[in-house]
């Protein structure tokens, strides 16, 4: 089963949102940065129902300083713990190393880093640094596009702050939904991967950059705990509108295909997110 899952995600590109091919994944970042001296700006919302339904809103600045560095900015903000706070925030930037173009194809490798914070104290099996946790990540992506088609694959590893902490916490949302007291040790690292995938579904033929774009993707994304083995796979699909080459919407949802990891914060979740793109806004007027 989990063979046909891999073979259909492979089968499924990043739209254009510039001149320039952009592999926009919608719960992963491509080995491809924004355009140059350009800054985004992105509203994301996370719905989770593990077991009782709970949101995170993550306001974002994006900024693209030249072709080979950006970096992100991230607030986060859930009701996860009773009642809607500012949970932390996130600092995570990617440079570009490899770079191999062709007329209708190209190839990108990139290195990524990311440092977050976090006040949540009910810690889960899992590492999310989007949120839950306060610690750092970093890791490798390579980006393969070829005309519509395009595939990324990365790994990468995470690492909490609090290393050594022992303490066994209770999710106080799941006490809430009066789900059973089920206990988490927070682990201290993590291993990261994922292989993602998308296709460009319309326009059949580009005659401007202002054409709507709709793209489909599937993305499959796992963690293992390698101090006990402990791993999960889960299968995400998501559709995205790009409208004037500027405006960016993304719908997705990801679920467990396999794994034998309890208590995560992340499992059967949904997506919906606007982005909004400013291009050459850090060029100097003269």
């Known amino acids: 089963m989990m063979r046909k899952f891999i073979v259909v995600a492979l089968l499924l590109v990043g739209a254009k949102l510039s001149a320039a091919a952009q592999e926009l994944y919608v719960f992963s970042e491509p080995a491809s940065n924004m355009p140059s001296k350009s800054i985004a700006l992105r ?5 989770m129902n593990n077991p009782g339904f709970s949101s995170r809103t993550i306001p974002e600045v994006m900024v693209g300083l030249n072709k080979n560095i950006m970096f992100h900015v991230q607030g986060f903000l859930s009701d996860m713990d009773g009642k809607y706070r500012l949970e932390g925030g996130s600092l995570y930037a990617k440079y570009r190393f490899l770079s191999l173009d062709n007329a209708q194809s190209h190839f990108r490798a990139a290195a990524y880093a990311r440092i977050s914070t976090s006040k949540r104290k009910f810690p889960s099996n899992d590492i999310n640094l989007e949120g839950d946790n306060s610690g ?3 890791g490798i992506v390579a980006t393969q596009l070829i005309h519509k088609l395009a595939l990324s694959a990365t790994v990468g590893y995470s690492s909490t702050f609090n290393k050594n902490d022992t303490r066994l916490d209770i999710d106080p949302m799941m006490m809430l939904h009066g789900a059973p007291k089920v206990m988490a040790m927070q682990p201290d690292e993590m291993i990261n991967y994922s292989l993602s995938s998308g296709y460009l579904l319309l326009p059949f033929v580009y005659k401007n950059y202002n ?3 709709l793209n489909l993707y599937v993305e499959l994304l796992g963690k293992t705990n390698p101090a ?3 791993s999960y796979f889960d299968i995400a699909p998501a559709v995205q509108l790009i409208l004037n080459s500027k405006t960016r919407i993304d719908l997705g ?7 034998n990891m309890p208590n995560r914060y992340l499992k059967n979740m949904y997506l919906a997110r606007v982005e909004f793109n400013f291009f050459n806004a850090l060029n100097k007027k003269s």
């Open 228 to 230: 006990n083995g402990n």
């Open 253 to 259: 949802y990801r679920f467990q295909a396999t794994g």
């Open 136 to 138: 750092w990540q970093g």
């Open 43 to 47: 509203l994301t919302n996370e719905g």
């Open 211 to 213: 054409q709507p774009n």
